[in-house]
């Protein structure tokens, strides 16, 4: 196994096995005194041997089984965004008045198990096999200034998108909330304050700000969100000690999230032009039979905006249909490091 030869251990092993054929043999030594210095050496030898071949091996042992349970955790988060979803007795919150379903006190559930108890998603079937090319374009950190913009393009083009939202509390925000809605598009929930280290501090911390958002975009469009964009991805540099966690919890109530597999990449310090915007998002088409694109809802971005009708195009001209995302779609989900 791997995990051997990262720790070097075959090689351990062995070594001392050799040396003790070596020092045995009868071609280096004559045989009395290979006889006398045997009595002497023989059981001492064979006992360090033994703990040099003991030791290392068990921590080794010890070692593997750990990484290979943490591997097994791992892959069983990433079945379970591929399985279909649990039983809806599994993902609703458990009856707080049914006495034959008390065990007693269970303390391995964790308390934020009991958050937000109005937080699940409804149970959904996951779609079978997609046969046709489809593109999925998403659209995050609105509402902005570009919404109104964004939504024309779309209908123009006869194409539906997905927009996870953030904050909104202003009236304007809420209006194009709405305007999202009533044309047809998803809504999903992104963040409602989008600060990577409050929201990754903990599975409450992001519950906290999952939730004020959840309820802003049900108040102001009477949808009640059942999928999400983690702010930066499902991994990023900001959520390594809890994104397992986190993912687990937010999986457990139901909600599907979707990260990306191409970029319109207008999101950075030194903004590119449209036509940059227009081949990263049409980049290997050939062979990719699902994309869901990430490209930016913001104030800022226009580029995004100018990008837009020739994105769709270079779609619609490969044969990908321009769909929203809605739970049934399986998500597209990075590689958690391993
Ligand atoms: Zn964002």
């Known amino acids: 196994m791997t995990e051997y030869n990262i720790l070097g251990q075959p090689l351990e092993d062995e070594r001392p096995l050799e040396k003790q054929e070596t020092a045995a043999s009868p071609r280096t030594r004559p045989p009395s005194r290979l006889a006398e210095s045997g009595q002497r050496l023989r ?3 064979v006992f360090l041997l033994l703990l040099a071949i003991l030791i290392p091996t068990s921590l080794s ?3 593997g089984t750990s990484l290979e349970r943490t591997k097994s955790e791992l892959d069983q988060l990433r079945q379970s965004m591929d399985a279909p979803p649990p039983q809806s007795g599994e993902v609703l919150p458990p009856k707080a008045d049914s006495p034959e379903e008390d065990p007693g006190p269970q303390p391995e559930r964790p308390a934020y198990q009991d958050l937000y108890p109005e937080l699940y998603a409804q149970p959904h079937e996951w779609n079978a096999a997609e046969d046709r090319k489809t593109a999925y374009l998403t659209f995050d950190d609105g509402p902005s200034a570009r919404t109104p913009e964004v939504l024309e393009i779309l209908e123009q083009y006869g194409a539906k998108g997905t927009f996870f939202v953030m904050g909104g509390e202003t009236e304007q925000a809420k209006q194009r909330m ?13 963040s409602y304050t989008h ?3 409050k929201v990754y501090a903990s599975v409450e911390a992001f519950l906290d700000d999952f939730a004020q958002e959840y309820h802003l ?7 009640a969100p059942q999928i999400f964009r983690f702010p930066g991805g499902s991994v990023n540099a900001y959520n390594g000690a809890t994104y397992k966690e986190i993912i687990s919890e937010m999986t457990r109530r139901g909600f599907v999230y979707y990260d990306w597999n191409r970029q319109t990449g207008e999101a950075v310090k030194k903004t590119p032009s449209a036509s940059v915007l227009v081949k990263n998002s049409l980049s290997n088409l050939d062979g990719t039979q699902r994309i869901i694109l990430l490209a930016h809802d913001s104030k800022r971005y226009t580029n995004m905006v100018q990008a837009l009708p020739e994105i769709i195009e270079g779609y619609q001209a490969a044969g990908f249909s321009l769909e929203a995302l809605s739970p049934e779609v399986r998500p597209i989900i990075f590689d958690y490091p391993g």
């Open 195 to 197: 600060d990577y280290n």
């Open 61 to 63: 042992v010890v070692l």
């Open 217 to 223: 975009i049900l108040e102001a469009t009477g949808v």
């Open 178 to 190: 709405r305007d999202i809605v009533a044309a047809g598009h998803t809504i999903g929930v992104h």
């Open 43 to 45: 059981p001492l030898t």
